[in-house]
């Protein structure tokens, strides 16, 4: 899965000079809480609701509420914004994504070809990969299996399954101590015993939950 895959294409975007104001409404409008800057056709920085609600705070509680709206009104989102851009590409894999949101803490990345926008991704739509990925929208009955990790393996389980009909919607594999593998599959089926018996008996340690239904 790319990137491409999960980003919103074309996103909602503000100009430098756009005030805060202006932003705060477009953010509350279309319930979104980042906005990229852009600038002559060219990404120039990043503006989160909390950016814009931090330069929107004010000390100064003398001010009436008229005064406090027009200072609202001079603040742009040039004085709010990041200029410092972690961006990804559209062709990169989706893990990309999660490991450079993951490494800069933050919740959203622009996707850029060159200096053009050209998309958005965010931590919701990594997560909306992850349940895809593992096979979280389909029926199915989820498989843990402890196993040697050794080359072959997998496809030595694989074909036990398939000789019983099943259909794996899904396979990753988990941290293991040294020497062995940990396996989750997602099957599509329903009786399980019989597969669970040929699993163990093959020398494999076999946990598995009840078939769920699609979400």
């Known amino acids: 899965m790319r990137v491409r895959d999960k980003m919103t294409p074309n996103p909602i975007t503000v100009e430098p000079s756009t ?46 509420i008229y005064e406090l709206r027009y200072l609202l009104d001079k603040l742009t989102v040039q004085e709010a914004m990041s200029r410092r851009l972690i961006t990804v590409g559209p062709d990169e894999p989706i893990e990309q994504a999660a490991l450079l949101m993951r490494q800069h803490k933050i919740g959203g990345l622009p996707v850029v070809e060159g ?12 997560f909306d990969a992850f349940v895809e990925l593992l096979g979280m929208r389909r029926p199915g009955v989820r498989l843990e299996i402890d196993c040697t990790d050794r080359p072959g393996e997998l496809s030595r389980i694989a074909t036990i399954i398939a000789k ?40 494999c340690r076999v946990a598995w939950e009840a078939p769920s239904t699609a979400a």
């Open 19 to 64: 005030p805060v104001s202006q932003a705060l409404r477009l953010m509350e409008g279309r319930k979104i809480r980042r906005l990229p800057v852009v600038q002559a056709g060219r990404l120039v920085g990043i503006v989160t609701l909390l950016d814009l609600m931090r330069v929107s705070a004010s000390p100064a509680t003398t001010l009436s």
């Open 115 to 126: 200096d053009h926008l050209v998309g958005i991704i965010t931590e919701t739509d990594i």
């Open 164 to 203: 019983r009909g099943l259909n794996i919607h899904s396979v990753v594999t988990t941290p293991a101590p040294p020497g062995q593998a940990h396996l989750v599959f997602r099957v599509e089926g329903n009786d399980m015993a019989q597969l669970v018996d040929e699993l163990e008996h093959a020398g």
